[in-house]
């Protein structure tokens, strides 16, 4: 079976993806309105943007995977930092050898087009695709003995393209003072003193400025149907600087402050610089897709910074950005609900190529010109013809590994492997079965969780946070009695803790036991008052018995912590509803559905409210919309067949009708 590209006429030649690990519009918003990022505010001016929600675990490994392929990790299989290694005797990091699916490229190639891929995760080694590769190994040049090394093997494809790259390679002592200065103003002080953190933002401007390198001349000088790129520094700029950012964090000292407070700003506007130059590269027939896999929290939501105190995902905010502009984009649109998984099916209808059903997310109709979208075909995976993808016997070089490795402990995002590779291998393999069963739970498949959540070998340390992944899961099917057995097993080592508490009054308030529910919820609230969860869950119990106001108060101060708060903005609006406000309803409902797309409960309560506003049109888009999601909810079909009914559509009206009433029986 062969696959024909049709390009529909105001459709792209070609399209490139940027994407820029960690970007968030909390940060880029006030630089735009300061005028610091004048290309990405043009763009904004002449395409579309919104915002993106992550996947979880907010894990890049899994993420740009899911961007490349438009599948989530238990599909794609590439699961943590890490793997075991072909011989089972020790542990390298994830690869392009990991994936067990097709991505763009892969699909390009079948299609005899071609694609440059510069630096995206994971893509080490090289596969051998219709275009260039330049992998995430790649990108930083090492000196031995003032020569730069050699280019790692399988780095680059074509091979023969390696020694031409090479001279593109930024090593960090080249980043001097001029490019140093606009992120830490007082540097040459700084340099003299034990301590300091220079190195690292050279380090990081010479990735950045490496990678801009190849993927310039790979698009200037080859010819290209999509160029693919991914660009590390924003992420690894807030790693190392966030705490540093204004305001000042009570943790973080008046020195470091004074040194570091502009890094976070500097990393933004360079990639704004980066991006003008991508832009005219592009040329006007290329669409352009900016985004980034998820959102760094950069204000009162800020971790604790201090050792010990969070982890690298912890920063992790779970909106990232989008924003699109050339051929085929509709000026002045606004992406709503988008995610990562709809990044490949839109992607593949830029460039005329059908998305498949077995990608979960949708095409972003709503920024596209021309709506009318190819039909899906079943899945790439059953395509035949050359893709570009590796045998499962490639090898990944160890020497290179062990560099790799070493980076990613140096980041915090893995503990560096000792000596023992047996417990090494044994340590990945059930971390990366954690990261499984979360990615499960992420996608409402309980049953499947549960299993390898009890399949897991974990240390007795372990045992109770995978306790409380369990039980969640047990308590979402309905089945509680488990649940509760599960969490008394552990009773001993989770007593008093908020998590036990929270999860305790999950589990009453499933049973109906609303007292008890609120009285586990109250123990958090004395010992964590800032949770967000904490305050969603209590709106909840309040809307469950009717206690409307309470309930507003609850879904109010959650926002007041985090005012992207998808769950605050839903349960606010069904709290307006109930207490007979319905403008305030939909302002709050449509706010949810356009930071997330896939949420049944929103869509109804914004057809209800534009129900009680006689609004009936848009209450049936909004009601079918939610049917579509969620088939079997009986309370949408009844708000459905309203609708119709205030429309004369009395046909349509009986049938949802008697969908109801059918699955109220």
Sequence with gaps: MTIERHIAPGRPRRVLLVGWDAADWQMIQPLIERGQMPTLAAMLEQGAWGNLATLRPILSPLLWNTVATGKRAPEHGVLGFLEADAE???????????????ALWNILTQCGLRT????????????????????????????????AAPVPPGAVHPPELAEELASLRVHPREIDATAILPFIPAAAELLAKPGHRVGKLQQLIAQTATIHAVATHLMATTEWDLTAIYYEGIDRCGHEFMHCHPPQMEQTSDEEFAAY????VGIYRFHDMLLETLLKLAGDDTAVILMSDHGYYNDHLRPDPREGKSGPVDWHRPFGIFAAQGP??????????????????TVLELLGLPPAYDMPGRVLAEVLIDATLRPRIESWEEIDGECGMHPPETRVDPAEAAAMLEQLADLGYIEAPGDDGEHSVAQTVACNQVTLAQALMDAQRFPAAIEVLRGIDEPSQSAASLALLEANCLIAIGRRDEARAVLQNHAERLDQSPRWHMMLGTLEFAEQNHEAALAHYQQVLAAEPRLPDLHNKLGEVYL????????????SRALQVDGESPIALAGLARAELARGEPQAALDHGLAAAELVHHFPRVHLVIGEARLALGDFAGAVEALELCVKQAPKFPAAHESLAAAYRNLGRREDAMAAELRAQGMMK
């Design 544 to 555: 469950t018995v009717k206690r409307y106001d309470e309930a507003v108060e609850a879904f």
């Design 261 to 264: 407070q502009h890094c976070m």
């Design 328 to 345: 085929g984009i509709q000026p002045g649109a606004r992406a709503y609900g988008a995610s990562l998984l709809e990044i490949a099916p």
């Design 116 to 147: 440059n891929v510069v630096g995206w995760y994971a893509s080490h080694p090289a596969e051998p695709i219709a275009g260039a590769v330049a992998t995430n190994q790649f990108e930083t040049s090492h000196l031995k003995g003032g020569v």
């Design 88 to 102: 089972g005797t020790g542990v390298r990091p994830s690869s392009s050898t990991s994936r067990q699916c097709k």
